[in-house]
C-alpha cells in the first residue's frame, strides 16, 4: 500500500490510474515520470544512497506490475477502512455538459452514484476550487460522509490534504 500512495500522490500517477479505471483499459504507469515528479517533489537525497535505491526501485516495481487487479485490491482496502465520524470533504472538477445533466439527473431522481475510479477529495475547499478553477465547466461538490481514506505518504503534497473515496463508495 506504502507504494501505491506514493504513486498515487502524484500527478502523473492518479491520472494514468483514474483515467485507466474510467475508460475500462489496462493500466501503464511510467516509473520515470513518477520518479521525476518525487524527486522534484522531495529532492534526490531521498532517493539515495542504499535505503533510497531500494525505495525507489520498490515504487517502479509497483508501476510496471500495477494493473486492474492491484487497483481492486487496493479500492477494496481502502473501502474497508473504518472511519467513525463523518467529515466533510470537497472535490472540485471540471465537467463536461453531458457529465453535468447527467449529475443532475442523478441528483433529482435520488439515484445512487459510483465512481468508476477512485475519487479524490480535499478536507479543504481551497484546495477543491484550484482544481475547479483550471476547467472551463466546473463543478464543486461538497461531500458529507465517513467512508474517504486517506493515502498520505512522505511524498504526499501535505497542502492538498487529500482524502480517497473508493469506487466502492455509494453517493
Do not use: C, W
Request: charged share 25%.
Amino acid at each position: 500500500m506504502s507504494e501505491f500512495t506514493a504513486i498515487y500522490s502524484t500527478n502523473h500517477g492518479s491520472s494514468a490510474i483514474n483515467s485507466a479505471m474510467r475508460a475500462r483499459e489496462s493500466i501503464s504507469i511510467s516509473g520515470s515520470k513518477i520518479m521525476a515528479e518525487l524527486t522534484k517533489r522531495v529532492g534526490d537525497e531521498e532517493f539515495s544512497g542504499k535505503a533510497g535505491k531500494e525505495i525507489k526501485n520498490a515504487i517502479k516495481a509497483v508501476t510496471s506490475s500495477f494493473d486492474v487487479e492491484g487497483a481492486k485490491k487496493v479500492s477494496y482496502e481502502l473501502y474497508q477502512q473504518s472511519n467513525i465520524e463523518t467529515s466533510i470533504t470537497f472535490r472540485g472538477q471540471g465537467i463536461t455538459k453531458a457529465g453535468m445533466e447527467a449529475f443532475a439527473k442523478a441528483q433529482k431522481e435520488g439515484s445512487i452514484v459510483h465512481s468508476e475510479s477512485f475519487l479524490s477529495v480535499s478536507t479543504q475547499k481551497s484546495v477543491a476550487e484550484r482544481f475547479m478553477k483550471k476547467a472551463t465547466t466546473q463543478l464543486m461538490i461538497e461531500v458529507q460522509g465517513f467512508s474517504s481514506a486517506g493515502v498520505h505518504s512522505a511524498y504526499s503534497v501535505k497542502s492538498e490534504n487529500e482524502e480517497v473515496f473508493s469506487p466502492h463508495a455509494d453517493f
